[in-house]
Each structure stands twice: as C-alpha cells, then as structure tokens.
Nanobody, 114 residues
Framework: QVRLVESGGGLAQPGGSLRLSCTTS????????IRWYRQAPGNERHLVAT??????TDYSDSVKGRFTISRSTANTAYLQMNSLKAEDTAVYYC?????????WGQGTQVTISS
C-alpha cells in the first residue's frame, strides 16, 4: 500500500510564501507523474502543477510564474508557492502516479489572509 503524507500548509499573508512537501512511504521506482491539485470550498479539485519522471514541469495559468514543483531523488515532492494571493486559499493534494495507479495525499490546508 502506497501512502502519501503531506506537510507545509498553513496561514500566510498575501505576497508571502509557503512550501508544501509530499512524501511517499514506498520506493520511488515506477513513479511517472507527480501532481499537485487544489480544491477551494464549494469548488471542484483543479490541477495546479505536474512534474514527470524526466523532470518536465507544467503549471496551470493561475499559478505559472509563482509556483514551482520539484522532486527529490528519493520519495519527496515539493510545491514552492511564492507571491501568494487570497485566491490561492484551498486544500492542496499531492498525487503520485506509480505503475499506472493513482495515489493521493490527505490534503493540507493553505489559507492566504492578511
């Protein structure tokens, strides 16, 4: 059973920064995609950022230039979030695709407020 554990959420002011982490309990072998999603209250879950096993990244237009997705050589992925805005407030979920299967973290709350 692959388990993902997220951390790094919390409260930040507009213009501030946060870094989210997501660690998998299993081996890094077979991980082809790592993605971060977010879900604001009353809204659907939306894809924010993707990184492939080859290190290719992609971002939604709403976060492009402000957020950076990365992964360590082991089992951890990161989402560096800069120049935060109130509309970035949401629960953030990491998603690993490993051997064709989707695995999800439990979600971490990010709140941007002055």
């Amino acid at each position: 059973q692959v388990r993902l554990v997220e951390s790094g959420g919390g409260l930040a002011q507009p213009g501030g920064s946060l870094r989210l982490s997501c660690t998998t309990s299993g081996s890094a072998n077979g991980i082809t995609f790592i993605r971060w999603y977010r879900q604001a209250p009353g809204n659907e879950r939306h894809l924010v950022a993707t990184i492939t096993s080859n290190g290719i990244t992609d971002y939604s237009d709403s976060v492009k230039g402000r957020f950076t997705i990365s992964r360590s050589t082991a089992n951890t992925a990161y989402l560096q979030m800069n120049s935060l805005k109130a509309e970035d407030t949401a629960v953030y979920y990491c998603n690993f695709v490993k051997w064709g299967q989707n695995y999800w973290g439990q979600g971490t709350q990010v709140t941007i407020s002055s």
